[in-house]
């Protein structure tokens, strides 16, 4: 074999690791906040957070793994086959539907825990996306659900982003007209939002 060849030969092998290294692929795992529910695919969540990150210059893979209508349990019950194994990290959005179904906020703390620890077990890093309780649900269960994500976080080590629809929950003018969901423009005011976050776990993600 000639000097000329092998070098043909080799350098495609070069090149391979180090592209996957420049895009890692993130899995944004969650409910209809996620999906994009009532919007074109290019208006969901994770496609208009990517090109934000692009425009800055961040080259990163968002997956999305949204199923309208999923509680903790239901992302629990599907993790498994939803976060494919070259995943470098996953957002988790998981809990409005739990409140807003009256989940006991025991039960949707113990649940995303499981998914926290197992995701851990497979070495895959968190950024945990907070929700909030509506209050006409109560003080007592506002405090208890309020306090999972933050208490999660701490446990576990992991990244936390307190409010996922922070300005534009309760906002008509941001959400569609069944009050729960984020119009186009709403989502990019949550993406733009949580962006910086974002930034930060992806540099905090391990390189390959």
Same mark, same amino acid.
């Given at each position: 074999?000639t000097l000329s060849?092998?070098?043909?030969l080799s350098?495609p ?5 180090a592209?996957?290294a420049e ?5 944004v795992?969650g409910d209809?906040l996620v999906?994009g529910y #009532?919007? =074109? %695919?290019?208006?969901a969540?994770p496609?208009?957070l990517?090109?934000?990150l692009? /425009?800055? #210059?961040i080259?990163? /893979?968002?997956?999305?793994a949204g199923?309208?209508? @999923?509680?903790a349990?239901?992302?629990?019950a599907r993790?498994?086959w939803s976060i =494919?194994? @070259?995943t470098? #990290?996953? $957002?988790? /959005?998981l809990?409005? *539907? ?5 989940? @006991? ?9 499981s998914?926290i620890?197992?995701l851990?077990?497979?070495? $895959? =890093?968190v950024l945990? %996306? ?5 209050? &006409?649900l109560?003080?007592d269960y506002?405090?208890?659900? *309020?306090a $999972?994500?933050p /208490?999660l ?5 992991v990244?936390l982003?307190p409010f996922?629809?922070d300005?534009?929950?309760? &906002?008509?003018?941001? *959400?569609l007209p @069944?009050?729960?969901? =984020?119009?186009a423009?709403?989502?990019?005011? $949550?993406a ?9 776990f992806i540099?905090?993600l391990?390189?390959?």
């Open positions: 074999m060849l092998a070098l043909t350098v092998l070069m090149l391979l690791p592209r996957a895009t890692p692929k993130i899995v795992f209809s999906a #009532g919007l =074109p %695919a290019s208006q969540f496609n208009v990517q090109a934000m692009a /425009e800055k #210059g080259k990163v /893979e968002l997956v999305n199923v309208s209508g @999923d509680t349990s239901a992302g629990l993790l498994d =494919p194994e @070259d470098q #990290g996953v $957002i988790l /959005e809990g409005a *539907n739990d409140m807003l179904r009256g989940v @006991d906020p025991a039960v949707t703390k113990a649940t995303l825990d998914i620890k197992r851990k077990e497979r070495n $895959i =890093p945990l %996306a907070g929700m909030q309780a509506a209050p &006409n109560g003080a506002v405090q208890r659900f *309020n $999972i994500y /208490e976080a701490k446990t576990h080590g990244t982003y996922f629809l300005g534009v929950a309760g &906002n008509s003018s941001l *959400n @069944d009050g729960l969901h =984020p119009t423009e709403g989502v990019r005011r $949550i733009a939002a949580i962006l910086p976050t974002v930034e930060h540099a905090s391990p390189k390959s």
